[in-house]
């Protein structure tokens, strides 16, 4: 059966699902749903509006959570959930943490300001970027540092649903021009260049990539502000 996967590859979400489909070498259609500009009849595939969603033939699924969850259940190779309890639950948290902390603090400020906002037609807030850098991000930076410990991967040092979530939002992060500071969150800074550089996630990065170069010249988005 066919999978088709409503929403656009600049979505953290999106890219999480993407990444998980690239690492089971599963194919699948892409159908395009503009965020905060949905057709009506999207409201049938997810009646939140939100992306993604995910058809597998006559099931539809929304959530990256649960889409993720969902195509483990179906495609169990490679594992992307630790087998064991606390390792597993360890790995959710952490998925968790980055779709309902992480996000707010970063993607849904600085990303959403300085890249989406002058698509739609909207000036970017600076102040909201600038508390966005200065002060929600730095302490969930911190709190990573943490989780990480040094490890390549962050539960068991295998790569995970954990590893996806949490780079997915640097991702968007880096996409509006958001440098991790190096110094300061060493471990973090060489996840992101780790998860960067796997063979599923950079085929999917390079055609990002020139969405995001288009809209910022199409837009005139320079720098981010300080
Ligand atoms: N928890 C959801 C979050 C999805 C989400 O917030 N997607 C954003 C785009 S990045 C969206 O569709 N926003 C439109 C809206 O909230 O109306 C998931 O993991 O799928």
């Known amino acids: 059966m066919s999978l088709i996967l409503h929403g656009v590859p600049l979505s953290p979400f999106v890219r999480k699902v993407r990444v998980v489909m690239a690492e089971k070498n599963l194919r699948y259609d892409m159908q395009t749903v503009v965020p905060y500009a949905t057709r ?14 995910l058809q597998d033939g006559d099931i539809i699924i929304c959530d990256s959570a649960v889409i993720c969850d969902y195509l483990e259940t179906d495609h169990p190779q490679p594992p992307l959930y ?3 309890p606390a390792d597993r639950a360890r790995c959710l948290w952490l998925e968790k943490y980055a779709d309902y902390e992480l996000a707010p603090a970063s993607t849904f400020r600085v990303f959403f300001q300085h890249i989406v906002q002058p698509t739609l037609g909207k000036q970017a807030d600076p102040d ?13 930076m911190d709190y990573l ?30 996409h509006a021009g958001y440098q991790l500071d190096q110094q300061r969150w060493p471990g973090l800074h060489s996840h992101l260049q780790r ?15 020139q969405m995001v170069d288009k ?12």
């Open 40 to 53: 009506e009849d999207y409201v049938n595939i997810n009646p939140l509006r939100r992306i993604p969603a």
């Open 195 to 209: 998860f960067c550089a796997r063979t599923s996630v950079a085929s999917l990065l390079a055609g990002e990539q």
């Open 128 to 140: 909201i970027i600038s508390d966005a850098i200065n002060n929600r991000i730095p302490p969930h």
């Open 82 to 84: 630790p087998a064991q």
């Open 215 to 226: 809209i910022k010249s199409r837009f005139e988005i320079g720098a981010l502000p300080g």
């Open 145 to 174: 540092e943490t989780q990480l410990a040094a490890q390549q991967w962050f539960v068991n040092n295998q790569f995970s649903i954990a590893d996806i979530a949490i780079a997915s939002q640097l991702v968007n992060l880096q």
